[in-house]
């Protein structure tokens, strides 16, 4: 079981940590481990949270998906896999409260896209970026290539996606994939000071601004705009 890797949980206060362990495998998200991962989420721990960090460790966040056992699956059995473990990507985002991903080291395939699906990204110097899967003749499937042109837009996304090229922190950071980059090995410490900051504002008002600002990305502006002033007159004098 300890090859297949485990997802940790903690409590700081009011965020929750999640950590990635497998380390041998680079974090490899396996079907096993994304299901370890889907089963934290939907933990009492997660659940009665005010924020949520999730790291690989100290050394890397994780290397992406466990492609040799995709491979083996027929098209039936990916549809299968998208409801099941698979879902793990979605049910991170959707999360209603504030996420915050701590990266070092290799960040790569489903490990990027893990990490596209938090509200806010935190990295180490040694962090890389990227999305591999053309070059083996696949694509991104989770959200990867959905969020990273919300985030960076569709130039910049046809350059990493179509080259799987790698991207350091620094340039990531420039690009708006990362909210910043901190000193060596501060990431997870960092990323605990930005959890306890968001868990200390008005949790309704946290939940209900990251929705109208996920809805924002896709609605058109007079919807848009709607949706704000319908979410402040639900929220006033609420705090």
């Known amino acids: ?29 396996s079907t096993h481990l994304e299901a370890r991962l889907l089963d934290a989420l939907r933990s009492e721990e997660v659940r009665t949270s005010r924020a949520v960090v999730i ?14 056992e995709l491979r083996e ?5 990916i549809a299968e896999y998208y409801r099941t473990s698979g879902a793990v990507y979605e049910a991170f985002a959707a999360l209603p409260q504030p ?7 290799h960040c790569l395939g489903g490990g990027l896209e893990l990490a596209l699906a938090a509200d806010i990204r935190v990295a180490d110097p040694s962090a890389s970026f990227a999305l591999p899967e ?21 130039a910049r996304t046809r ?19 990362l909210s910043e980059v ?10 605990l000071e930005i959890g306890c900051g968001l868990a200390a504002q008005p949790p309704l008002a946290v ?13 058109p502006r007079e919807a848009s705009l709607l949706l704000e002033q319908l979410a402040y007159a639900a929220l006033n004098r609420t705090a």
């Open 1 to 29: 079981m300890s090859a297949a890797g485990s997802v940790h949980l903690s409590r700081r206060g009011d965020v929750a940590v999640v950590e990635l362990r497998r380390e041998a495998k680079l974090n490899a998200l």
């Open 55 to 68: 790291t690989g460790g100290q050394r890397v966040f994780s290397a992406g998906a466990d492609v040799g």
């Open 73 to 77: 699956m027929t098209p039936e059995a």
């Open 99 to 105: 996420t915050v991903a701590a990266i070092a080291g």
């Open 134 to 154: 053309v070059g083996i003749g696949i694509l991104p499937s989770s959200g990867g290539i959905t969020r990273l042109v919300r985030c960076i837009g569709p």
């Open 159 to 177: 350059d990493l996606v179509l080259r799987g090229r790698r991207m350091p922190a620094a340039e990531a950071h420039t690009w708006g994939v």
């Open 182 to 191: 901190c000193d060596p090995g501060r990431h997870v410490d960092r990323a």
């Open 207 to 219: 939940s209900v601004a990251k929705q109208v600002i996920a809805a924002a990305t896709d609605a």
